[in-house]
């Protein structure tokens, strides 16, 4: 594997924050139709130098390129969080901080 790769970037029409990254240049219909199903339509965010020492919000460059050469595909999902869980049940003072 090379030190650095050209990567797109494409955000998902379906899921919010939800990204792709795949080689530059990469078939969409190359990459598994289950994948496509769930991601819908690809929006181009970005283009970028993808190195291994690149730091990013929930991976690092090394983990992008090893996914990017075993796969083909680096799928970033949204982080599940449940300070979006609100109990509409309860009064707002009785709920979690």
């Not at 130098?49 to 796969?71: N, S």
């Amino acid at each position: 594997m090379t030190d650095k790769r050209f990567v797109s970037v494409f955000r998902s029409s379906k899921k919010s924050n939800t990204y792709l990254y795949v080689r530059r240049g990469q078939v969409w219909a190359d990459l598994p139709d289950n994948l496509r199903d769930i991601f819908g339509t690809p929006v181009h965010a970005m283009d970028l130098v993808m190195t291994p020492e690149r730091k990013l919000a929930r991976a690092t460059g090394q983990q992008v390129l090893d996914a990017i050469e075993d796969k083909d595909f680096y799928l970033q999902m949204a982080e599940e969080s449940e300070m979006h869980v609100v109990d509409f049940r309860k009064k707002p003072e009785q709920r979690q901080p």
